[in-house]
């Protein structure tokens, strides 16, 4: 996949940039299908985008790299949590 050129302009409205059209959602590989799961997309200024896939046209939550490991981190551990 040809790597973005540049990041479209940012949402007045919301003062966010939407995620482009060529960003490939993925679905979690424990998604049940039932579209209740969170999907992301890795953009090419290195931040990844999570959205629910319930509401698809809503905003998505914005991550840095570091700060979408720290979140993954967290989810593995509360995981780990509710099998004990």
Same mark, same amino acid.
């Given at each position: *996949? /040809? @790597?973005? +050129?540049?990041?479209?302009? @940012?949402?007045?409205? %919301? $003062?966010?940039?939407? =995620?482009p059209s060529q960003s490939p959602w993925?679905?979690?590989?424990?998604?049940? $299908? *039932?579209?209740?799961? =969170?999907? !992301?997309?890795?953009?090419?200024? $290195?931040?990844? !985008? +999570?959205?629910?896939?319930? %509401? @698809? !046209?809503?905003? /998505?939550?914005?991550?840095? +790299?570091? #700060?979408?490991?720290?979140?993954? !981190?967290?989810?593995? %551990? +509360?995981? =780990?949590? #509710?099998? $004990?």
């Amino acid at each position: *996949m /040809p @790597p973005f +050129a540049s990041l479209p302009p @940012p949402d007045p409205e %919301r $003062g966010t940039r939407p =995620v482009p059209s060529q960003s490939p959602w993925l679905r979690s590989s424990r998604s049940t $299908g *039932m579209n209740n799961c =969170v999907e !992301a997309a890795f953009l090419s200024d $290195g931040r990844t !985008a +999570a959205r629910d896939s319930k %509401r @698809p !046209a809503d905003q /998505p939550l914005f991550f840095t +790299a570091p #700060s979408w490991t720290r979140f993954l !981190a967290h989810l593995r %551990r +509360a995981d =780990v949590r #509710s099998l $004990g």
